[in-house]
């Protein structure tokens, strides 16, 4: 059976059931457009479950706004885009919570001109840890990742590495 | 040894005591850690001395030497020149063949069957843009083909079919063209028999519902355990369709999509 909660316009667009998928262990979303609507991404996402996918190791999301936003700047799209990604953001605190670190979450993003970044205001809170920076805001650079590489056994919490990986393109 | 440098140095020394004491495992050894540095043009370049100072020399050469192999309509002559007696050539060592099979450089299409000449090869990539003529009777590829990259616009779904019925052994495809126009599809039409348990790398156009449907339809089912989609816009429901076709195996998905048809940066660089 098709997951059809995400039903948009038209009724054609669907997501995916990870519940139904036990030997997965890495999931990768490039998303290199902004505007319109992601929620089928994060829709897949809440269905990633401890019980139902015990092998998953890796999420990776890459939003790369920078190529269309000449093109695509309106608020309505960017409002889409915004709610979508703010979805995913929850998703990953709920998931770094669920499996207790054990999966690696990667974003990258490409935030494009500050504006628009400004204007999708979103925050992915899961930088935390002993000794780690914290930053859930990054206006300055134009692509970055955020790579939970080790989970310390000692207090059971995943030590967040900062990897500030700035291209400047 | 460290590196391409030092065993540039000792092949050179190999070289000159030709009928020394060295055993061939010894030399086959250093041959063999030569060919698996041979990226660059340099350490090729040493390859191929290597291969002319004894015929023992030479198997453990070519193998590395032609692991790789790419045809257009410039180089197939030389090839055939080069080793015009099938037996005597190094086909059996090549493991990697890409084929121009459209477009400008386009390979003539009297060489196509020679294709079968390659009878180790695993990966088979297939290029070139419609130039309007359709290849027919399609040739068929070697049994041992585990890998298909397909990125020519020459085949119709029907050619497509055919060519993956005739690939027990395939594990992946890639897929990322148009179809040709199928105004006369035969009566019986090919199953694909291939194993599918590998890697399938799809991007959507206008041939991506008939793709997906000719995968749903194999009758062994899917296996694939890497799933690399590519859409233009939402999460259709023949991906959706596809990807739960594999869900037992499935082990790595990506998802890439694109509301202005370009690849996002981080498939660019894999598929292209």
Redo the contacts between chains.
Sequence with gaps: MLSSNVDGVGGSERSFDFSKFPTLQEVDFGVGWLGGDILWIPTALSTLKPATSPRISAIRFDFDSDSSTSRSTEASLLIDAGSGLRWVANEFTRIEREFEGAVNLTVVRNPGPKAVFDTLNVRFRFCRGNGARRTDRFTSCRYFRITLVEMSSADAHPVCLFQPVIFWR | MNGPESLNNETSCLCETRDSHHSQEIIDEILEILGHLATDSETITSLRSCSLVSKSWVPTCQRHLFHTVTFASWNIGRWLNTFPVLEEGPAHYVKELSIQIGGRFCVPEVHFQRTLWFGNVRNVTLLGNWYGRRIYPFWRLPQSVTSLAIGTDVFTLVDTRDLLARLPNLDSLSHWCDLADDRAPPAIEAVPRGRFSGRLQLIEGPAYEDLTNMLLEVPTGLRF?EVDIFCN?????S???L??AC??????????????G??????QSDWF
């Design positions: 355990t816009h939402k999460c259709s429901l991906t959706v369709r990807v739960e869900a037992k195996t499935l082990v790595k998905l990506s998802y890439g999509i694109s509301v202005y370009e690849p996002h940066s981080s498939f």
